[in-house]
């Protein structure tokens, strides 16, 4: 199975970018998918997760900001991410529950800058 993310690059303060993960190399569909997110010289850190029903949960640090969505017949999952702050700077790492095993994404990394 491989997770690949897509979407990262370079955003000013208040922007808005999506983010999106695919799930590919598996007969079965992705029970969860979540984002995570690591800052230079920080501890990886949760940001949201999607069941395959569809409900979903954020952190606090990104609640009200950050919308995730999904489709299932993909295997992909999306992160819309809006009012982007300098904080949110960060290599975005997809995770997958497939099968009961988890399996992460090479990561995908957005700058917030002026």
């Known amino acids: 199975v491989q997770l690949v993310e897509s979407g990262g690059g370079l955003v000013q303060p208040g922007g808005s970018l999506r983010l999106s993960c695919t799930a590919s190399g598996s007969i079965f569909s992705a029970d969860l998918m979540e984002w995570y997110r690591q800052a230079s010289g920080k501890q990886r850190e949760w940001v949201a997760r999607r069941f395959r029903d569809g409900t979903v949960a954020y952190g606090d640090n990104v609640k009200g900001r950050f919308m995730i969505s999904g489709d299932n017949a993909k295997s992909t999952v999306y992160l819309q991410m809006n009012s982007l702050q300098a904080e949110d700077t960060a290599v975005y790492y997809c995770?997958?529950?497939?099968?009961?095993?988890?399996?992460w994404g090479q990561g995908t990394e957005f700058t917030v800058s002026s």
């Open positions: 995770e997958a529950n497939i099968a009961g095993r988890i399996y």
